[in-house]
């Protein structure tokens, strides 16, 4: 069974920066895809960012240019480094993993405020 296990959140005033990390518990490499969902007070949920296994990433418009995925491979972990941050980024974000067979793996949240 495959875990995520997320880490990073926390309170931040606008402005600043987090980086939440999801570590997985097997090679990565065997993921089609792996990214960021955040649901919103509202219980909106929303496409952060993604990245695919030839390193191709993708970002919602409202987090271009502030926020960056990565992935260390020989950590198994994605990264998801969050600058400029706005408090309308509050949330609780959730790390996932797809296989090519369409299995989705999801991690179990971290949250995000954003308050002065």
């Known amino acids: 069974q495959v875990q995520l296990v997320e880490s990073g959140g926390g309170l931040v005033q606008p402005g600043g920066s987090l980086r939440l990390s999801c570590a997985a518990s097997?090679?990565?490499?065997?993921?089609?895809?792996m990214g960021w969902y955040r649901q919103t007070p509202r219980k909106q949920r929303e496409s952060v960012a993604a990245?695919?296994?030839?390193?191709?990433?993708t970002y919602r418009d409202s987090v271009k240019g502030r926020f960056t995925i990565s992935r260390d491979i020989a950590q198994n972990t994605v990264y998801l480094q969050m600058d400029s941050l706005k408090p309308e980024d509050t949330a609780v974000y959730y790390c996932?993993?797809?296989?090519?067979?369409?299995?989705?793996?999801w991690g179990q949240g971290t949250q995000v405020t954003v308050s002065s």
């Open positions: 097997t090679n990565i490499f065997r993921f089609k895809a």
């Open positions: 990245l695919n296994s030839g390193g191709t990433t």
């Open positions: 996932y993993a797809v296989t090519d067979t369409r299995d989705t793996y």
